[in-house]
């Protein structure tokens, strides 16, 4: 009688606590769900008390105090350069199979460096 007393306990403290938990997650963008994940994440619900310019200027202000540039060229995500090679894969492929072993020796150890 006493395991059935504290397995309700549990199962009720259990729904209680996620009755009182539900009203907060009704006013985020993450909301609940009885998925094996147990939330849903709503992007277009997301309010922000910052605007993009607080944050642009937050961000100068931590470089001038000594912190990263890392985002404040306003480049994200960041772009690069690709260096496309002029052979075909074929020739590639052709390039492998004509090496010689020390020099595939060479080639294998400047991968592993």
Request: charge should be neutral.
């Amino acid at each position: 009688m006493l395991h059935i007393r504290q397995g309700f306990a549990v199962t009720f403290s259990a729904l209680a606590m996620s009755l009182m938990a539900a009203p907060a997650m009704a006013d985020s963008y993450i909301h609940a769900t009885t998925t094996e994940q147990g939330y849903k994440v709503y992007p277009d619900h997301f309010r922000s008390e910052v605007t993009r310019a607080e944050v642009i200027a937050q961000a100068r202000e931590a470089v001038a105090q000594g912190g990263s540039s890392r985002f404040t060229g306003q480049r994200y995500p960041a772009t690069y350069q690709a260096s496309g090679s002029s052979l075909t894969r074929q020739e590639v492929i052709q390039q492998l199979l004509e090496e010689t072993p020390s020099q595939r020796a060479s080639r294998l150890s400047s991968l592993s460096e």
